[in-house]
């Protein structure tokens, strides 16, 4: 069993920076692959990153690619999602979840967190 909990959502101005974390309880953090999530209002929610169990892989989707980074400390536990050059369309919710391998579908990860808000204005 895995428990995430989200950190560090708030509201900047476009063009700004944020630094989600996601904290893991678990002594098999590292074994999983993570990925990072995000729900607008009034739409699904969304693929946005995934990093491999050891970091050395990783995927974006193509609306953050270029602009957000996904990192992981196994010693502590702890993703990372560092967002830069934000738009008011990365305005959601953001999710972090855990699963076997690293990949954009949904369906397919194991463990998911509550969320935190993220809002961007113009």
């Known amino acids: 069993q895995v428990q995430l909990v989200e950190s560090g959502g708030g509201l900047v101005q476009a063009g700004g920076s944020l630094r989600l974390s996601c904290a893991a309880s678990?002594?098999?953090?590292?074994?999983?692959?993570m990925g990072w999530f995000r729900q607008a209002p009034g739409k699904e929610r969304e693929f946005v990153a995934a990093?491999?169990?050891?970091?050395?892989?990783?995927l974006y989707a193509d609306s953050v690619k270029g602009r957000f980074t996904i990192s992981r400390d196994n010693a502590k536990n702890t993703v990372f999602l560092q967002m830069a050059s934000l738009k008011p369309e990365d305005t959601a919710v953001y999710y972090c979840a855990a699963g076997p391998t690293i990949q954009a579908i949904e369906s397919l990860y194991w463990y998911w967190g509550q969320g935190t808000q993220v809002t961007v204005s113009s």
């Open positions: 678990g002594r098999t953090f590292s074994s999983y692959a």
């Open positions: 990093i491999r169990w050891g970091g050395g892989s990783t």
